[in-house]
């Protein structure tokens, strides 16, 4: 791996981009292109001028490694083990990659003075109640996911890099497989679909989580370069507006695709609501995943858009 010294004329920013090819990072290799050099990594790739680079989360050495060569102003980190049920069978690789990778990456962040920005979930929290959860809720994870994901926030933490860390729920990308995609497709092939109505929570597009990203971390660095005493950096909840079930998901999903196409074949006359019990998995979920935004809302000035906003322009790209 070559060394480079920073080149940051004009306020351009460097950044290294972890996990490109995930949901998030797909749409964050978009977003994050207007605020300078990004540098895009899956597992490894060789750049025309840091050459051999490891995006590899698995090896913490390379991955350390890879940030002294790139020197970034800013590590934005969407790569992630986000199989939550296989994560109940192989704790230990779930446990590298959610929290010492974010461990190392904040290391590395806080030597060179850098930015880490990093995406966690509610499964943090253990799901009881009714009321949107706040950034300063006890978290109490359910889930060999949820664990992992609370170390490496709170690894983070303890580092002393700047950080953001945004908390999201219900994730969906336009590009691939996703959960709307499978109902339209099911709803079309079987007469009755039986879907779960005791999870709420709020569906949000990694477009969404995306372009916040890309806005905040704008922000928080020129706040920041502006008034030293300024600190936005932390946790916070960031998901679409609005509340629903993945019953209520996969109706408006048909109703929505009947209605922008009308001549939609679809078959299912009934989409039945069914507890969590029905569908044993073997990580348990949570069932309250509702999360309070007002802190990012009001700490950066940005409206969250209802979650049936996103899935519509989905929907209208797709069906
Ligand atoms: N999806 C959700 O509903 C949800 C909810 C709350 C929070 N989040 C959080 O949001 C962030 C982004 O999630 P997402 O939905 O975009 O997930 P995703 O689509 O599963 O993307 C995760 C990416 O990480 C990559 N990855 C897996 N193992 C890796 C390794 N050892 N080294 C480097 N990359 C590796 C995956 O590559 P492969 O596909 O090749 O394995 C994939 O590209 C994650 O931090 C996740 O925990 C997601």
Redesign the pocket.
Known sequence: MKSVSPVNSLNRLRILL??K?????WELQRSLAPLGEVIAL??AETHPIYGELS????NLDALAATVRAVRPDVIVN?????AVDRAESEPDLART?NALAPGVLADEAQKLGAWLVH????YVFDGSGDQPWRETDAPAPLSVYGRT?LEGEQRIQASGAKHLIFR????Y?ARGGNFAKTMLRLAQERDRLTVIDDQFGAPTG?ELLADITAQVTAQAISRMNQTASETLQGIYHLAAGGETTWNGYARHVVAEALRLKPDLSIKAQEIAAVPTSAFPTPAVRPHNSRLDTQKLQSAFGLVLPPWQQGVNRMLAETV
Do not use: F
């Open positions: 972890l996990g090819n995930g949901q998030v990072g899956d597992r995006g590899d989360l698995s969407a790569a992630a083990h986000t990659l995406y966690s979930t509610d994901k999201t729920s219900w994730v990308g990694a």
